[in-house]
Each structure stands twice: as C-alpha cells, then as structure tokens.
C-alpha cells in the first residue's frame, strides 16, 4: 500500500530573475509501513518536499496525494482537517509547551481537535517510547532526547496516516539520538507507523528501510536496506 505519493512534483519560488526552482518533476512513493530518509546537500528541496507532501505549501505543479486523497483537489477547510487529523511532525527543535507536562504536550493536539485518545494506543506509545515515569514531568524538567521522544509521541497520539521528521536528531547528542532513532525504528515495527525523516547523519539513515536521495529538486538516487555501516 502507498501511504503518499508525489507525481511530478515542481515547486518553484518567486519570479523572473529571482526564480528558484526547489523540486524539478520529482515522482515518488512512499510506502506505508516503511520508514523512509530523505538526504541531499542543503538546498536540495527536501524542505519543499515534505512542505509539499504535508499540505504545508502547494506545488506550481504535479500533484501529491495523501492516501486516495489528491492534496490539489481539497478546500483550505479539508486541508486544515487532514494536517490536523492525518499527519504528524517532529521538528528539530522539539516546539514543546513549557507549561505543560509531558503527558498534556503529548495529547495537546488530541485535545485541540476534539478527539478523545484511546487509552490502549496512549499506552502502547508511552512503553514503546519509554515516557511512563516521566508523564508528570514539564520539558525543563527533561533531557533532550527525552522532549524529543515527547515530540515523538504527540505526533504518534494520534496514529496519524504519516509522521513527517525534519532532522528530528539534528540537536542531539549521539546517545539521546541513537534513542530517538530506535523509538522512531519500533513505532514503524510494532506500530506500523509510515515515517519519512529528513536527515544529514549517513548513522540516522541508516535506521531506515530506504534512503531518496535530492539533488538540485531532483531525486538522483535511492538505496534499499541501507545497513549502520553506510559510508556517503
Ligand atoms: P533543503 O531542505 O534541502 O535545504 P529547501 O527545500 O529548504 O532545501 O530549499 C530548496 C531551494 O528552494 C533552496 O534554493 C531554497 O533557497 C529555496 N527556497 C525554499 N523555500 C523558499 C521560499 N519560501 N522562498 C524562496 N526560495 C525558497
Ligand atoms: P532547512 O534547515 O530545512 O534547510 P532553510 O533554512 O532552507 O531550512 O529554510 C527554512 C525556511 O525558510 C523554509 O521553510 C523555507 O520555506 C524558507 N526559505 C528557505 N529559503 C528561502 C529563501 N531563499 N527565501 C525565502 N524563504 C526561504
């Protein structure tokens, strides 16, 4: 099954002589269940492209679908439902409220829809992420690679059809990364979460079970299976 797909995705900013094209005809699918890395040089596109993928900027042309859902075809009403409802984000700098607890940063977005969680799915990603004696505890009160998994878990409370992290190890050290890195590996094994990550570190690609590699908005490469020992 394809969680998400692009078909000849262009993205292009500004006009004239200012005109950066971002994402140059990139097709490709994202398959659900699998946890996907995408990597390139800064300025690549890999932004654009999971702006693009999560209903965060529109395409000057192609399409993306979420699911059967062609993003293009959706009112700004839809759209607002689907990022809120469908998708989930971890960025690199966590953006967790400093006055809440773990437990409430993590339903946050649950609350905010109107949606009741359920209490078996709120269970299974606090073991999977290791947060249960940490609940009651506010983000100053946490390591980083702990908010990072609170992050984790708000995106995941939901069960979101596709979880979109943007360097989510870019401010960690190799320990609290590493955490983050099997967290995210377990929730698309034992949870059957879809993932794409955007990353620079070969060591985070290598958790993946494919890697989409950008160049100048085009996708260039792709590897299946990459192993820890990757050498880019
Ligand atoms: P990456 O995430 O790989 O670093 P981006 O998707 O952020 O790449 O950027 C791809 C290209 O598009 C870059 O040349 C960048 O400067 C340009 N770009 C991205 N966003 C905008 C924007 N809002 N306005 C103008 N140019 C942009
Ligand atoms: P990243 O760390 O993801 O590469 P960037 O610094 O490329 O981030 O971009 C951060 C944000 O700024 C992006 O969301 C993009 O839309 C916007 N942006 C990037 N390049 C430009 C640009 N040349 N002009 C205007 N906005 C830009």
Same mark, same amino acid.
């Given at each position: 099954?394809?969680?998400?797909?692009? =078909?000849?995705? !262009?993205?292009?900013?500004?006009?004239?002589?200012?005109?950066?094209v971002a994402l140059d005809d990139v097709s490709v699918e994202l398959e659900a269940g699998r946890f996907t890395a995408i990597m390139g040089p800064s300025g690549s596109g890999k932004s654009t492209l999971m702006h693009c993928f999560a209903a965060l900027d529109s395409p000057t042309d192609g399409q993306v679908f979420l699911g059967e859902d062609?993003?293009?075809?959706?009112?700004?009403? @839809?759209?607002?439902?689907?990022? @809120?409802?469908?998708?989930?984000?971890?960025?690199?700098?966590?953006?967790?409220?400093?006055?809440? !607890?773990?437990?409430?940063?993590?339903?946050?977005?649950?609350?905010?829809?109107?949606r009741k969680p359920n209490q078996e799915w709120f269970d299974h990603v606090i073991d999977t992420v290791g947060l249960r004696t940490r609940?009651?505890?506010?983000?100053?009160?946490?390591?980083?690679?702990?908010?990072? @998994?609170?992050?984790?878990? @708000?995106?995941?409370?939901?069960?979101?059809? =596709?979880?979109?992290?943007?360097?989510?190890?870019g401010n960690l050290d190799s320990t609290s990364s590493d955490e983050i890195l099997q967290f995210l590996r377990h929730s698309v094994?034992?949870?059957?979460?879809?993932?794409?990550?955007?990353?620079?570190?070969?060591l985070a690609a290598g958790y993946t079970d494919r890697i989409v590699f950008l160049a100048?908005?085009?996708?260039?490469?792709?590897?299946?299976?990459?192993?820890?020992d990757l050498v880019l």
């Open positions: 099954r394809v969680a998400a797909r692009a =078909v000849g995705l !262009t993205k292009a900013y500004g006009q004239g002589e200012a005109r950066v062609e993003l293009g075809r959706l009112g700004d009403k @839809r759209l607002t439902e689907l990022r @809120r409802d469908r998708i989930g984000f971890v960025f690199q700098s966590f953006n967790l409220v400093p006055t809440l !607890t773990a437990q409430e940063n993590i339903l946050l977005p649950l609350a905010i829809a109107g609940l009651s505890h506010r983000p100053n009160e946490l390591s980083g690679g702990q908010q990072q @998994r609170v992050a984790c878990a @708000r995106a995941l409370a939901g069960r979101p059809e =596709v979880i979109f992290a943007d360097e989510p190890t094994d034992e949870l059957g979460q879809t993932i794409v990550m955007v990353t620079h570190d070969p100048d908005g085009r996708v260039v490469d792709e590897m299946l299976e990459p192993t820890s």
